[in-house]
Nanobody, 124 residues
Framework: QVQLAESGGGLVQAGGSLSLSCAASGRALSMYAMGWFRQAPGKEREFVAA????????NYADFVKGRFTISRVNAKNLVYLEMNSLKPEDTAIYYC?????????????????WGQGTQVTVSS
């Protein structure tokens, strides 16, 4: 099993930036593709970004393309989500997740392990 812990959330003004981190323990992160999802109050959890186990392939939701960047450092068991030009509609709890599929899958059900989430609030 792998345990995931997100950090870096907080309150930021619209147009600002935040950098989220996801630390893995229990197993080597290099065994998994990694993804970021988010869930706003009253809404379904939705895909944000994903990266393959090697870091060579990435996928992004259309609403974050050009603003968010996912990256990973397997040697440190860390995954990052750099968020720029934040909008109030980006307000949500952000979760990192690990998939044994290996590819940068956008499908929520293909993720096996989830962190507890970190709150991101963007004020207007």
């Amino acid at each position: 099993q792998v345990q995931l812990a997100e950090s870096g959330g907080g309150l930021v003004q619209a147009g600002g930036s935040l950098s989220l981190s996801c630390a893995a323990s229990g197993r080597a992160l290099s065994m998994y593709a990694m993804g970021w999802f988010r869930q706003a109050p009253g809404k379904e959890r939705e895909f944000v970004a994903a990266i393959s186990w090697s870091g060579q392939n990435t996928n992004y939701a259309d609403f974050v393309k050009g603003r968010f960047t996912i990256s990973r450092v397997n040697a440190k068991n860390l995954v990052y989500l750099e968020m720029n030009s934040l909008k109030p509609e980006d307000t949500a709890i952000y979760y990192c997740a690990a998939s044994s599929w290996g590819s940068a899958t956008m499908t929520k059900n293909e993720y096996d392990y989830w962190g507890q989430g970190t709150q991101v609030t963007v004020s207007s």
